[in-house]
Each structure stands twice: as structure tokens, then as C-alpha cells.
């Protein structure tokens, strides 16, 4: 199995900075995808960021120039470098991982972390 740990989250004011980080643990060769969602309340769960295994990334629209995804492979780690924080960025921010290949040669797809509250006051 793989367990997706968020951390890095918190209260900060409009126009200011915080850097999410997710590390999958488990049996892992690979991770073909790792990324960010958010969630307000009342919401649907809506894309932030990806990056897949070859470095290629897709961000949401609202987010494009504030933030950045990158990943440590070797580590099996996600972070999301939020700057220009909007109190319309409030949101549970969650960690996902698609096509882990694991040792018993499985892969493992829509894997989730727990959620990491980030909350923007104007």
C-alpha cells in the first residue's frame, strides 16, 4: 500500500507564501504522477497542480505564475510552492499519487494524503 503524508499548510495573509510538501511512503519503484487538489467548503475537489514522472507539469488556470510544483523522485516527494497567496486559495489541499508501482509489481492508482488546510486571511 502507499500512504501520501501532507504537510506544510497553515494561516498566512493575502500576499504571502507557504510551501506544501507530500512524501509517498510504502514499497515503491515509481510514481508516474504526483500533484495537488484543493477543496473549499460547499466545493468539488479541483486540480492545482501536476507533475508527471518525466518532469512535465499542468497547473489550474487560477494558479498559473503564483505557484509551482516540483518533485524529488529520489524521495518520493511533491511540493507546492504557493506565493501571492489569495484568501480565495482557502482550501483543504490534498496529495495525490497515480500509477505507483509497487514491489509486489501492482500499480496502485488514485492514492490521496489526508488533506492540509492553508488558509489565506485578506
Known amino acids: 500500500q502507499v500512504q501520501l503524508v501532507e504537510s506544510g499548510g497553515g494561516l498566512v495573509q493575502a500576499g504571502g507564501s507557504l510551501r506544501l510538501s507530500c512524501a509517498a511512503s510504502g514499497s515503491i519503484f515509481s510514481i508516474d504522477l504526483m500533484g495537488w487538489y484543493r477543496q473549499s467548503p460547499g466545493k468539488q475537489r479541483d486540480l492545482v497542480a501536476v507533475?508527471?514522472?518525466?518532469?512535465?507539469?499542468n497547473y489550474a488556470d487560477s494558479v498559473k505564475g503564483r505557484f509551482t510544483i516540483s518533485s524529488d523522485t529520489a524521495k518520493n516527494t511533491v511540493y507546492l510552492q504557493m506565493n501571492s497567496l489569495k484568501p480565495e486559495d482557502t482550501a483543504v489541499y490534498y496529495c495525490?499519487?497515480?500509477?505507483?508501482?509497487?514491489?509486489?509489481?501492482?500499480?496502485?492508482?488514485?492514492?490521496w494524503g489526508q488533506g492540509t488546510q492553508v488558509t489565506v486571511s485578506s
Open positions: 507533475i508527471h514522472s518525466g518532469g512535465s507539469t
Open positions: 495525490y499519487a497515480d500509477g505507483v508501482l509497487i514491489t509486489s509489481r501492482a500499480r496502485l492508482y488514485g492514492n
